[in-house]
């Protein structure tokens, strides 16, 4: 019994040590880190908001902009660099004219008749985006990863490479476009 015992003891530490051994993610020793975030991080919903925005052109969307944590306090403060760890995801939908409220609103003030003036969240658009700051799994980056996720799945890695190319133009920032809005 003593000598199973120090089998299968031995067994559980080779395995764990051919584990710890192994490189991550399946890449070869000297790969570099991806540079892409490939789950959706939990609860995010729930995160406060840091901004909204309208996009005009091909995006056409209206946006939230969330934040964890240590995204919301960093814009909070003001702080650059962004913190390690540091969450910021991005939700859009179509920016859709509201027939009710605009009826409404013309019933209440008919000088508002005609055109419309109410806009609301429309079906969601362009997917959910986020970016977490971690220097050094991120480093060909600035120091973030990138990631969208369209229907719960992840973009794939042509629409993902567009992502710090368009943020490096704002690097003063920590490459982040949103400001926070009090």
Request: charged fraction near 20%; glycine fraction near 10%; aromatic fraction near 10%.
């Amino acid at each position: 019994m003593t000598r199973i015992a120090f089998m299968l003891v031995a067994v559980v530490t080779v395995a764990g040590v051919v584990a710890f051994m192994a490189p991550a993610h399946g890449r070869a020793d000297g790969e570099a880190a991806p540079i892409f975030v490939t789950t959706i991080p939990p609860g995010y919903r729930d995160w406060r908001l840091i901004s909204v925005a309208s996009e005009e052109g091909s995006l056409d969307d209206i946006r939230a902009v969330l934040g964890n944590d240590a995204g919301i306090k960093a814009h909070r403060e003001g702080k650059l660099p962004f913190p390690e760890g540091t969450i910021i995801v991005r939700i859009a939908w179509s920016f859709d004219s509201s027939r009710e409220n605009n009826d409404i609103f013309c019933k209440l003030n008919p000088a508002s008749c005609g055109h419309p003036q109410s806009y609301v969240a429309g079906p969601p658009k362009n997917g959910v985006q986020f970016m977490v700051k971690d220097s050094k799994k991120y480093a060909s980056t600035g120091g973030w990863g990138f990631a969208q996720f369209d229907d719960g799945k992840p973009a794939d890695e042509g629409v993902l490479k567009t992502c710090y190319p368009c943020h490096q133009a704002i690097k003063a920032r920590d490459f982040v476009f949103t400001r926070y809005a009090p």
